[in-house]
Every structure is written in structure tokens, then in C-alpha cells.
């Protein structure tokens, strides 16, 4: 019996011993072996491990990819036009033992405190070289990208790699957004101006052509009809010509149908003339008593 009082507390510690001895690293972390503070075994594969109880103890560390959200951060680009960027990183920890040597015991709370510094810093410095314009243009990537690899050289340093930064949301203070917003209505207005007055000269310009060939194929129409008209009185003056000359006696009489149309036209004015006029010659019968 006394035996037993004896073995079950000891068996007991012997089992606490035992237990406090082991430990499990997830295949999600690394993990971290300390002695009196001092790192002395790095435990990187998932699996049962074992340390020394009351002396050593195990740190573990998240191995997947985190994130980490920058607050709205005020910058001021190449042009003066202030503006609000919001960003986020993607990290992760690829070396534990410059990590803890780093961070101390802060752990991850305090490496993203220096991270955000990290980010702040190389986003200050790379948009303040650019235009707003670049900022908010297609160049958005790379200008993340070179915020990225900056980040990546300062972010070795606490073993952490900076896998990706993106920009989120590019906004202009409050107070600029009136003004912004006036300025970019006048260029428009300016630029619509400077467009209509374009489309007005090119209109002119097209209509003077228009004018121009009008006037030259009006031009050259009635060169050619005067030049066909006179070929026609030259034909025609020849047919008469050649009638005169066939039948006297009848081309007088056309000629004189000719100025009885023409005189005797409706809406014309009276004539008075005497009826033995050679003008009547035609109109006069055979035969005196009729």
C-alpha cells in the first residue's frame, strides 16, 4: 500500500513529463525550439517532436500566405494633386529564426506594425515620382509592382517575402474634390472647344472644295453647251442656208410662219399696222374679192 502511495505520483509526473515533452508541428507552421530564449532547433516539417520539459519551449509561427491591409494613406504625386490610397500585401514568413531575432516576442503583431511601415514608406516614395494621371492610368500595375520589389528587399530583413501589393482604392480628399472636378470640367469644355472648332474649319474646308468643284463643272458644262450650241447654229444656218438656196421662194414663206408665231403669240402686245404690209403677204387670198 505504501508502495503504491509512492509509484502513483511519481508515475503521474513521469506522464506529465512525458506529455510536456512532446509537441506536434501542423503541416500550416513552422515552429521554433527555444532554450532560456535562445533558438536552438527549427522545426519546419509537419510531424511528433520532442523537447526538453521545464527548459526548452516551442514557438510556432504561421506558414501560409497572409495578408495584411494598409490603412488609407495620404500621397502627394509629381503634379501636387493629393490623394488617399488604400493597399494591401500578401506575405509570408520564410525564415523563423531571422523572424524571432527581428520581433523578439512581438511575434507577428509587431512585424506587421513594421511591415506597414515597410509599405507605407516604398508607396510614398514610388507614387510621389509619378503624375496622378500615371497613378490612376493603365501604369497602376506597374507601379505596384515596383512598390513590390522594394518592399521585398526591406522586408528580407525580418525574414519575412513580400509575395504581391495591390492598390485598392486611389481617391482624392474631400476637400480637392470640387476642385478637381471643375478643373477636369474646364478641360473637357476646352477640349470639346478645341474639337468643334476643328469640325468647323475642316466643314469650311470641305465646302470651299464642294464650291470650287461646283463652280469648275458648272463652268466646263457651259463651255460645252455653248460649244454644242454653236455646233447646232452652225448646222442649222447651214440647213437654211442650203434650203435659201434650193427653194427661195419657200424659205421666205417659213420664214414668215416663223415671225407670224412669234408675233402673234397670246399676251403680246397689239400691233397696228396697214393691211397691204409686206408682212401680211402670206395672209392675203389669191383672189382680191375674197
Known sequence: MRKTTYLLPVLVLVVIGALSSLFIVDEREKALVLQFGKVVSVKEEPGLYFKVPMIQEVVTYDDRILSREVGPLEITPSDDRRLIVDAFARYRITDVVQFRQAVGAGGIQLAEQRLDNI????????????????????????????????????????????????????????????????????????????????????????????????????????????????????????????????????????????????????????????????????????????
Open 119 to 290: 509599405l507605407r514608406s516604398q508607396t510614398r516614395e514610388v507614387l510621389g515620382k509619378v503624375s496622378s494621371n500615371d497613378i490612376l492610368s493603365s501604369d497602376r500595375a506597374t507601379l505596384m509592382l515596383r512598390i513590390r520589389n522594394a518592399a521585398i528587399t526591406e522586408a528580407r530583413s525580418l525574414g519575412l517575402e513580400v509575395i504581391d501589393v495591390r492598390l485598392k482604392r486611389t481617391d482624392l480628399p474631400q476637400a480637392n474634390l470640387e476642385a478637381t472636378f471643375a478643373r477636369m470640367r474646364a478641360e473637357r469644355e476646352r477640349e470639346a472647344a478645341d474639337e468643334i472648332a476643328r469640325g468647323k474649319e475642316a466643314a469650311l474646308r470641305i465646302q470651299a472644295q464642294a464650291d470650287r468643284t461646283v463652280v469648275e463643272l458648272v463652268s466646263d458644262a457651259n463651255r460645252q453647251s455653248e460649244i454644242i450650241r454653236g455646233e447646232a447654229d452652225a448646222k442649222r444656218n447651214g440647213i437654211f442656208a442650203t434650203a435659201y438656196g434650193a427653194d427661195q421662194e419657200f424659205f421666205e414663206f417659213y420664214r414668215s410662219l416663223e415671225a407670224y408665231r412669234k408675233a402673234l403669240l397670246e399676251g403680246n402686245s397689239s400691233m397696228v399696222m396697214s393691211p397691204d404690209s409686206d408682212f401680211f403677204n402670206y395672209l392675203k387670198s389669191a383672189n382680191p374679192d375674197q
